[in-house]
């Protein structure tokens, strides 16, 4: 990335870590992030459910909780094809 953008890898390293902290903040507060060509950023929501200890075989609660979903766009759905 560093070398593509004519970056030192110490530069390249604090874009993507801004990067990373701006879509997380928007994911936090409920927005959704697209890139388009690259993908959206969006939250799922986990409904709570029963699950098996695997070691046990006893059966757990899981919470509810949220997740960070990808879903890729056309071009970068095209540049690995």
């Known amino acids: ?25 928007s994911l936090k507060s409920g927005h959704e992030v697209r890139l388009v ?15 098996r200890n695997p070691r046990t075989g006893e059966t757990i609660k899981i919470a509810a909780s949220k997740a960070p979903k990808f ?3 056309a071009v970068l759905k095209k540049t690995i094809a």
């Open 71 to 73: 879903q890729a766009g």
């Open 1 to 25: 990335m560093a070398e593509l953008a004519g970056l030192s890898k110490t530069d390249a390293g604090k874009a993507l870590n801004a990067f990373i902290e701006s879509v997380g903040k």
């Open 37 to 51: 060509g690259f993908g959206t950023f969006s939250v799922t929501h986990r409904k709570a459910r029963e699950g």
